[in-house]
């Protein structure tokens, strides 16, 4: 076992083999306890940071889709009230009481067909 000649003061590779890498060369020292937590609370506000910007953008998201929602609605009350005028033209027309060429049977179909369609679409 080799035992080094170094005064109490002092370290090196054969008293404190743990101190130095494998060059001889001396390591630097452990972090201490309050380095490593000093550390620790870097790491947590960087994330700390991280979460709230991504926070942020989800309540941007929200924002836009809540104004979006507002949009998409009043094109829905839009249509369903075109629909609604529609089917009251219909309503309020005498139509064709009594067909009789083809043609008069061919569009009293037709029109009969766009009034179904819009009350479809006023629901
Ligand atoms: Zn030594």
Redesign the pocket.
Known sequence: MRT???EHW???????PEWFDSEGNRLPPEPTPLQKANGRIGELEQQLASARAEVSELNNNVTICVVRMGELRQQLADSQQALRNVYEVWAGSEGIPMPEADYEIFLLNVVEQMRDAAKEGMK
């Open positions: 080094c000649k170094c002092e370290v090196c590779p054969v008293c404190k």
